[in-house]
């Protein structure tokens, strides 16, 4: 089991920018390909992006591609989420996950470990 604490989330107004961190604790965090989710109130938890455990691979959602950037250290056991050109649309809190394996990357089901979320909230 691995250990996840997200921080830097907030308000901000729209266009601004946000980027979101996650520690990681208690195994080896490369062994682990890392996901960002999102839940909005009312609505499913939503994958946003993943990357994969070396971080040569990143993945996204449509909703957020071009927009979010995913990356990782793997000295430092966190990964990032650049949120950049927010909309009120990406209010939502926003959770870290971990998942073992190499298949799959972006269903909720698929990982096993979770942070407790951190609020975004963008106003117009």
């Known amino acids: 089991q691995v250990q996840l604490v997200e921080s830097g989330g907030g308000l901000v107004q729209a266009g601004g920018s946000l980027r979101l961190s996650c520690a990681a604790s208690g195994r080896t965090f490369s062994n682990y390909l890392m996901g960002w989710f999102r839940q909005a109130p009312g609505k499913e938890r939503e994958f946003v992006a993943a990357i994969s455990r070396s971080g040569g691979s990143t993945y996204y959602a449509d909703s957020v591609k071009g927009q979010f950037t995913i990356s990782r250290d793997n000295a430092k056991n966190t990964v990032y989420l650049q949120m950049n050109s927010l909309k009120p649309e990406d209010t939502a809190v926003y959770y870290c996950?971990?998942?073992?394996?190499?298949?799959?990357?972006?269903?909720?089901?698929?990982?096993?470990?979770w942070g407790q979320g951190t609020q975004v909230t963008v106003s117009s």
């Open positions: 996950a971990a998942k073992m394996g190499v298949s799959g990357y972006s269903r909720v089901q698929q990982y096993g470990d």
